[in-house]
């Protein structure tokens, strides 16, 4: 079911993102993408995810302060490759790959990765605040699913924090009595438990000091920002008009929701909320929202594909002549098996 069910969402919708597209037009559309803009969206797209980088760097730096930014980029487009074949598994992989480069613990990656994952539901939190005050109607409206987002989002938040907060303050404490008590009716969840508890604990604690957290904040910020500037150049590539940035702002924020949603690469999800954004929010036609949708997750998903495996290239060139093992996506886990 966790196979089956992904690939079975991303079917259906994207059946309903292009029941009523004309996709000769679509197509046509596409066949006049601007060059120059399309290389000005791909650097953005690149400087958006080394910044990413930068800011896990950051988060891990009370674990490791001189981690190498190359394997960071490296195990992050790793990560979004393999989110592209099958959702949240690349999370795991970026983890592990980070883990043996940079000779860390595998779990308090991983660790790491979650507390990363919530401070971008934050972020998202926050955007689509911003983006209700800067739309000229009324988007609870005009969005009637976004009330409901919010929601889920803000309780999502909520028990996040409090994890983070007795994690932190109160450490073993706290998980020790969940682990003990559920120990009482299955020993094996009692064991998952201080597994994912522990791992959870070194994740939270390795972002310290006010000076990290005043990065991490203003790094989450820009990021946030390149994301929109990046679909503001989408708009150019097909020579879109009439739009502004804060167009691109709303249609950043809101599609963001479609890449959250666990389908492989955001496939269909991505499609029908960026076209019905487009369509009933900004007045574009089916067939041009479709080929907006259509160009730039094209991209992204073979970018992070191509990156993938070229960063594992490069990456594992550079260790080898450092004398370290070179690593694929079966040794990471079978080193990781050898380990427990």
Known sequence: MKILLPFTLMG??????????????????ISHTSFFWLIIFLITFFISHLIRAIRWKIIINSVKPHASLINLFGALMVGYGVNNVIPRLGEVYRAAFIGRWEGLSRTSMFGAVILERVIDII????????AVFIYSGN??????????????????IIVALLLIILLVKFKEKFYNTIVKFTGKFSTRIANKLSYVFGMLLEGFSSLKSFKNYFYTIILSVLIMLIYALNAYFGFFMLQMSPVDFSMAFILMTIGAFGVVFPTPGGLGSYHLIVISVLVHLFNFS?????????????????TF?????????????????????????????????DEK
């Open 139 to 156: 988007l609870y409206q005009d969005v009637p699913w976004l009330t409901t987002a919010i929601y889920i989002v803000g309780v999502f």
């Open 286 to 302: 089916n067939e041009v929202g479709s080929a907006y949708a259509l160009l730039t997750h094209s991209i992204g998903y073979i």
């Open 305 to 337: 594909i191509i990156s993938m495996f070229v960063m594992l290239y490069i990456i594992n060139r550079r260790q080898f002549k450092l004398g370290a093992k070179k690593e694929n996506f079966f040794s990471v886990f079978k080193l990781k098996a």
């Open 123 to 130: 972020s998202l939190l926050i955007c689509v605040f911003i």
């Open 12 to 29: 259906v919708f994207l059946y309903f993102a292009f029941v009523n597209v004309d996709f000769q037009m679509t197509l046509e559309l």
